[in-house]
Each structure stands twice: as C-alpha cells, then as structure tokens.
C-alpha cells in the first residue's frame, strides 16, 4: 500500500526537479545572447537581415 503512495510523490518530485534542472540550463544558455525576464530570454542584438 505504501507504495502506492511513494510512487506518484517520487514522481512528482522527479519531474519539479528537471523542470528547475531546464530552467537553469535555459537561463545560463540566455546570458551570452540577451536578458532573462519573467522566465523569457530577450535577445538585445540587431536581428539579421
């Protein structure tokens, strides 16, 4: 019975932690090219033309 209950917990930790693990990996790969603001990256360059 207990594991019926750990499993949903294990896996809702699990995905709270790579949703954290990807947002920090998104804004270290934002910090070259522009601002992180409200979980966007907002490029500050001249776009290509």
């Known amino acids: ?5 750990r499993l949903p917990l294990l896996l ?11 947002r920090n990996n998104q804004h270290r790969a934002c910090e070259d090219r522009g ?6 990256c907002l ?5 290509n033309e």
């Open 1 to 5: 019975m207990f594991g019926l209950i």
């Open 12 to 22: 809702m930790v699990a995905f709270v932690a790579g949703v954290l693990y990807e």
């Open 35 to 40: 601002d992180w603001r409200d979980g966007l």
């Open 43 to 47: 490029e500050t360059g001249q776009p």
